[in-house]
């Protein structure tokens, strides 16, 4: 530690002291560690620090108050009796309020890195570090180095013990309820193994001995010949310490495989019982191996507000706040209940499968490289909605001004969709706002049919820009004033959407994207709760260079757009490989918006969307068949992406006398058999 009278009289002095280590060493008479030998830090080599007695509670004749600095460090030679994995608890304290890590090293080999030594509370206070590490028979030397400017902490003592060797407890000599020793396989220990009945409940429980309370490392070694996994609840002692630990296919029966965890024993007696959680029992279970655990042996703490951040029909999305480990979390395993989900590295996921209507509950436990495990997160209850068909995510185009445009109730009646992307809200030539530039904003056929769908349980996006016609990005010369525009539409209609189908002359103007990403953040501001689109076009591999410079602009500038949507056709595709290529395009979209913004996949996925054409394109080689719509509805529903739309309802029915390419597919269907694909869609 340092404190602020103490910390100038030694700015760049090294101090080095040598113990008389074997005359100082004090066997502890705890039962817990009989075995341990102390080596007080005092005695110890000390580099960059020195010997203090100025706080309470030290043993010995005092402790170590390393240099602030990097690299300070203090080196015990221990004597181990042989070979083996021994057990190193370091006792500190830490008055600071930051972690002040050290580099643990046996013989010059890492064997902790950056091993936390976080805050005790006070310089009084002390606590004990611990980690296993092999060493030699003989002598060897341990040092604990401080990796930052902080230095290290108040080293009290070094307590050293080698564990017991390796001890292996065969199944068939342990304690067995609803299962048999069995001979029929080949590849087995001892004399036999344990055949678990095929029953939840099915258990085999080992008696292990312990000479010293601490962390081991348990390998079940078991067969599995099915082709499903056979998990199993480890308890050590009654109490739960693998949940639904999988024992997966091994292959065959004759095939074995070890299964390993590391769980906490009492000195003495310990009961280690595996027990079946579905239907099918356990694996053949052939025995147990005990031995100490080696290298970070500290699971990392239980990540907290576990939380769910969305649901639909058959989707839970959940987030929570991060775990920390003295070395690093590598993952989060998320269980529905007791089973184990899935596996993430970020803080949030969506789980998927779900039924409707129906209330579960989530933990989640963290990971480390080592294996280690934490306790369980906080229970979070969710219930998904109702499976009531198509939300917002399904949206299609809907252009009232031309392309003989269907009543959008009918196209309700007969589909079962409820959302409408209207088109398109353009520049009246100057910076105002009008339905195709031209008719009236509000008082109009438009309002009518906005107020027909509403009425019957739907709701509208409203659509601004588009290929045509003046756009209010140009004709708005700044930000404030882009937004004024859309704020005039938003509060005409109450808007809880609108998308912004950035294309043509505004679509090559990085001054217009900017002016369009900065008035949407005005919007976002003035609007807690509305959702932003932004639409554009793209290559086969995702957006081109200007559809890269937007998503990076909108990064940047800190805007939370809630959907980035390409639309993949007008690309270059064919006649039979579209929906082939809209996966391609997406996919690289979801790379360049993870990239902007940081997202996890999940969320990602949550934040990119797609507009596709029915039938022939405007490209003579491109045809969008339904076939092709299939494709991206099962796209969509791997991944949960947030838009899944298409240009247009309009054209969603075969040309007859009298319809032109606007007002029809090109291709033989009946009316809204595209449509008919993306309702299927529910999020």
């Known amino acids: 530690m340092r404190l602020s009278g103490l910390s100038s009289r030694r700015l760049a002095v090294t101090v080095l002291c040598v113990g008389l280590l074997g005359a100082v060493s004090v066997p502890l008479m705890s039962p817990a560690s009989a075995a341990a030998t102390r080596y007080e830090a005092e005695n110890a080599t000390i580099s960059q620090g020195v010997v203090e007695s100025n706080h309470l509670n030290f043993s010995g004749t005092g402790f170590v108050n390393y240099d602030n600095l990097v690299g300070s460090y203090v080196e015990w030679t221990v004597t181990a009796a042989e070979a083996g994995t021994a057990r190193l608890a370091l006792r500190h304290s830490n008055g600071s309020t930051a972690n002040r890590p050290m580099d643990i090293t046996v013989n010059g080999m890492l064997v902790a890195d950056e091993l936390a030594f976080n805050p005790t509370g006070s310089w009084d206070t002390w606590a004990t570090v611990t980690v296993n590490a092999a060493v030699t028979a003989g002598t060897n030397t341990i040092r604990a180095t401080a990796t930052t400017v902080n230095g290290g902490p108040n080293v009290d003592f070094l307590d050293f013990e080698v564990l017991p060797p390796v001890s292996d407890y065969q199944a068939e000599d342990a304690t067995i309820s609803q299962g048999t020793v069995a001979t029929n396989h080949l590849g087995y220990t001892g004399t036999g193994f344990v055949d678990y009945t095929n029953v939840v409940g099915s258990y085999v429980e080992f008696s292990v001995t312990a000479a010293a309370a601490g962390p081991m490392r348990l390998e079940f070694r078991h067969a599995n010949g ?24 091994t292959g065959s029966w004759d095939t074995w495989a070890d299964v390993t965890i590391t769980a906490t024993l009492a000195a003495g007696a310990n009961t280690v019982r595996a027990t079946a959680t579905t239907a099918n029992g356990g694996p053949n279970l052939d025995r147990l191996r005990v031995s100490a655990a080696s290298g970070d042996i500290q699971p990392p703490t239980a990540p907290t507000n576990l939380r769910s951040t969305g649901v639909t029909s058959s989707s839970v999305s959940l987030a929570w706040d991060a775990a920390t480990d003295n070395v690093g979390v590598t993952g989060y395993d998320v269980y529905t209940g007791g089973t184990l989900t899935k596996t993430v590295t970020g803080t949030s996921t969506t789980v998927t499968g779900l039924a ?117 990005g140009e004709f708005c010369t700044s930000a404030s004033a882009l937004a004024g525009a859309y704020q005039k539409v938003i509060s005409a209609y109450a808007l809880k959407v609108i998308d912004i189908d950035i294309e043509n002359t505004e679509w090559g103007s990085a001054t217009v994207r900017q002016r369009v990403i900065d008035a949407l953040k005005i919007i976002k501001t003035n609007n807690p709760g509305i959702k932003t689109i932004i639409t554009f076009g ?7 260079s200007t559809g890269v410079d937007m998503i990076n602009r909108g990064a940047s500038s800190g805007l939370a757009n809630d959907i980035w949507c390409i639309m993949p056709f007008d690309f270059g595709g064919g006649s039979t490989n579209m929906g082939t290529l809209t996966v391609q395009a997406m996919e ?8 902007a913004y940081g997202y996890s996949d999940a969320t990602t996925y949550a934040h990119i969307g797609l507009s596709s054409m029915n039938g022939k394109t405007d490209v003579a080689s491109e045809l969008v068949r339904i076939a092709d ?55």
């Open 356 to 472: 409707p209507s129906t209330s579960y509950t989530f933990t989640v436990k963290a990971r480390d490289a080592a294996g280690n495990a934490s306790p369980a997160s906080n229970a979070a209850t969710a219930t998904t909605s109702g499976a009531t068909g198509p939300g917002m995510a399904v949206a299609p185009y809907e252009y009232f001004g031309w392309g003989s445009p269907p009543s959008p109730t009918s196209v309700m009646s007969a589909t079962g969709v409820k959302w409408f992307t209207l088109a398109f809200m353009l520049s009246d030539g100057t910076c105002n706002p009008k339905w195709d530039g031209s008719r009236p904003l509000t008082g109009g056929d438009d309002q009518n049919k906005i107020n027909a769908i509403r009425a019957a349980g739907g709701d509208v996006i409203v659509s601004f820009g588009g290929w045509s016609g003046n756009k209010l």
């Open 629 to 683: 719509f299939q494709t991206m509805l099962s796209y969509a529903q791997q991944h949960h992406i947030a838009r899944l739309t298409y240009w247009s309802v309009n054209r969603d029915r075969q040309c007859a006398s009298g319809l032109d390419a606007d007002s029809c597919s090109g291709v033989t269907q009946q009316q809204y058999d595209y449509l008919k694909v993306f309702v299927q869609y529910t999020g």
């Open 588 to 595: 690289g979209l979801k790379s360049r918006v993870k990239a």
């Open 538 to 544: 793209t290559a086969t591999s995702g957006p081109d």
């Open 226 to 249: 099915s082709t499903v996994n056979r998990p199993m609840d480890i308890t050590v002692n009654g109490m739960l310490a693998a949940d639904e630990l999988a024992f997966n296919p």
